[in-house]
T-cell receptor
Framework: DGGITQSPKYLFRKEGQNVTLSCEQN?????MYWYRQDPGQGLRLIYY???????QKGDIAEGYSVSREKKESFPLTVTSAQKNPTAFYLC?????????????FGSGTRLTVV | QQQVKQSPQSLIVQKGGISIINCAYE??????FPWYQQFPGKGPALLIA?????SEKKEGRFTISFNKSAKQFSLHIMDSQPGDSATYFC??????????FGTGTSLTVIP
């Protein structure tokens, strides 16, 4: 079945640690996205990539980093510079250009600082 | 700056009633308007979508009404069921084919 796989489902981070969230898709989509979801704030865009080896900052990129070395993979690193990382993180993908009729989302990773 | 404004933030409807969620936008370059449904602990899933050259689209109990001149669109859920209880997001496709999301509406359908 085609889809997006996010792992892990739950992740705990200690203060000062960097953690990496995995996102893999087998939909042959060109574009991939990372969103952060907090209660009452909807979906906020962290980073997006429309092609391999290229990515752009979204609205809340500070304290996060990404890479796009393969079309299928778009990992997100939450660095120690992110002061309030506890949130639900969603990865999404889509076709590019006028084929972008919507995003396919993964099931999310819930990150908690302990 | 919220590109797509969504209301209400939460909604409680009796089983069998009609749920209505509204969205408004300013950017006339938006050219495609999907709605997403999200259950707790899951990612949003595409529910229904509309192009701005159509005033209404219906799929089963779900209908999108679109008013291009007012730059508003809404989701109507007819005969609402407890299984419809979820968070609903409207969205709009802008330049670069990036989607902008509303802040979400938490719908609770009471049996």
């Amino acid at each position: 079945d085609g889809g997006i796989t996010q792992s892990p489902k739950y992740l705990f981070r200690k203060e000062g640690q960097n953690v990496t969230l995995s996102c893999e898709q087998n939909l042959n989509h060109d574009a991939m996205y990372w969103y952060r979801q907090d209660p009452g704030q909807g979906l906020r865009l962290i980073y997006y990539s429309q092609i391999v080896n290229d990515f752009q900052k979204g609205d809340i990129a500070e304290g996060y980093s990404v890479s796009r070395e393969k079309k299928e993979s778009f990992p997100l690193t939450v660095t120690s510079a992110q002061k309030n990382p506890t949130a639900f993180y969603l990865c999404a993908s889509s076709l590019s250009g006028q084929g972008a009729y919507g995003y396919t989302f993964g099931s999310g990773t819930r990150l908690t600082v302990v | 700056q919220q590109q797509v404004k969504q209301s209400p933030q939460s909604l409680i409807v009796q089983k069998g009633g009609i749920s209505i969620i509204n969205c408004a936008y300013e950017n006339t370059a938006f050219d495609y308007f999907p709605w997403y449904q999200q259950f707790p602990g899951k990612g949003p899933a595409l529910l229904i979508a509309i192009r701005p050259d159509v005033s209404e689209k219906k799929e089963g109990r779900f209908t999108i009404s679109f008013n291009k001149s007012a730059k508003q669109f809404s989701l109507h859920i007819m005969d609402s069921q407890p299984g419809d209880s979820a968070t609903y997001f409207c969205a709009a496709r802008g330049t670069g084919n990036q989607f902008y999301f509303g802040t979400g509406t938490s719908l609770t359908v009471i049996p």
